[in-house]
């Protein structure tokens, strides 16, 4: 069983370029969330992807985006990058309905390291 | 809106010994889960413990559990027969409708 993969694995841009990160979520899932980490702190939710559509969305500015597939793996895309971008992004996924079920529970990527120069 | 808090950056303990890490959370939802993830240098995060918010008794998964107090809005971890492995930065959780809210971390170490 596939858990969730993410590529790449580390990324270098310079400051004013844009990024794509891929995920592809757990075999059976069907929603994906993705997190951005800085250095030292805790994940910070950016927003959620199901029925290739934005459900929710963190304090973060439209500089950031994503997209979901029909075969619900995401991207997620971040314009006209700052330093303060830097950071290890992760992905995971999800089952929507076990939302009602107590088994809520986020399946998380291994991440991809971004490093803006 | 959630917040988490984590008031210990660091903590240690010896192989084989008990560990406590502290959380402290605040929300508005009515129904939310509690959750702790290990993330080791690897990066990946690995889902320790999952505590669901009207459920009174607390969870506990092998050597891992959790005393959760509603009222006062606490979440600790407890680790028993402390492991090598089990040397990871620790972040607690509170998660509603699958938006995560994460503290800062605690940072623990195993002494051999």
């Known amino acids: 069983d596939a858990g969730v993969t993410q590529s790449p694995t580390h990324l270098i841009k310079t400051r004013g370029q844009q990024v794509t990160l891929r995920c592809s979520p757990k075999?059976?899932?069907?929603?994906v969330s993705w997190y951005q980490q800085a250095l030292g702190q805790g994940p910070q939710f950016i927003f959620q992807y199901y029925e290739e559509e934005e459900r929710q969305r963190g304090n973060f500015p439209d500089r950031f985006s994503g997209h979901q597939f029909p075969n619900y793996s995401s991207e997620l895309n971040v314009n006209a990058l700052l330093l303060g971008d830097s950071a290890l992004y992760l992905c995971?996924?999800?089952?929507?309905?076990?939302?009602?079920?107590?088994?809520?529970?986020?399946?998380f990527g291994p991440g991809t390291r971004l490093t803006v120069t | 809106a959630q917040t988490v808090t984590q008031s210990q950056p660091e903590m240690s303990v010896q192989e084989a010994e008990t560990v406590t890490l502290s959380c402290t959370y605040d929300t508005s939802e009515s129904d939310y889960y509690l959750f702790w993830y290990k993330q080791p240098p690897s990066r990946q995060m690995i889902l320790v413990i999952r505590q669901e918010a009207y459920k009174q008794q607390n969870a506990t998964e092998n050597r891992f559990s959790v005393n959760f107090q509603k009222a006062a809005k606490s979440f600790s971890l407890k680790i028993s027969d402390s492991q090598l492995g089990d040397a990871a930065m620790y972040f607690c959780?509170?998660?509603?409708?699958?938006?995560?809210?994460f503290g800062t971390g605690t940072r623990l170490a195993v002494r051999p």
């Open positions: 075999s059976g899932h069907d929603t």
């Open positions: 995971a996924s999800s089952l929507l309905e076990d939302r009602g079920t107590g088994k809520m529970e986020q399946y």
């Open positions: 959780a509170c998660g509603s409708g699958d938006k995560l809210t």
